[in-house]
């Protein structure tokens, strides 16, 4: 926290989280999260390498629904075995 109170000119008293807000960081669990999203946005539009967008199965329905134009994915069936 040293170096943040240096870079941010505050006291080492402060409160954090304003500091953090003010600085655009992420929680590390927020972080993942929006790692996670940005790859599969990415995915999607054709952005991210081809082994990355191979991963990703889009979700069409046998008749027309309202949802269809949302881009759903399908969540893969996968059994561990060990």
């Known amino acids: 926290?040293?170096?943040?109170?240096?870079?941010?000119?505050?006291?080492?008293?402060?409160?954090?989280?304003?500091?953090?807000?003010?600085?655009?960081?992420?929680?590390?669990?927020?972080?993942?999260?929006f790692k996670i999203l940005l790859l599969v946005f990415k995915a999607l539009h054709g952005q991210a390498p081809i082994y990355i967008c191979d991963l990703l199965t889009l979700y069409g329905s046998a008749c027309c629904l309202r949802s269809s134009g949302r881009n759903l994915l399908i969540v893969p069936e996968f059994r561990l075995v060990t």
Request: overall charge positive.
């Open 1 to 33: 926290m040293l170096l943040l109170s240096l870079l941010t000119c505050s006291r080492r008293s402060n409160h954090i989280t304003p500091i953090l807000a003010g600085l655009h960081w992420l929680p590390v669990c927020f972080r993942i999260d």
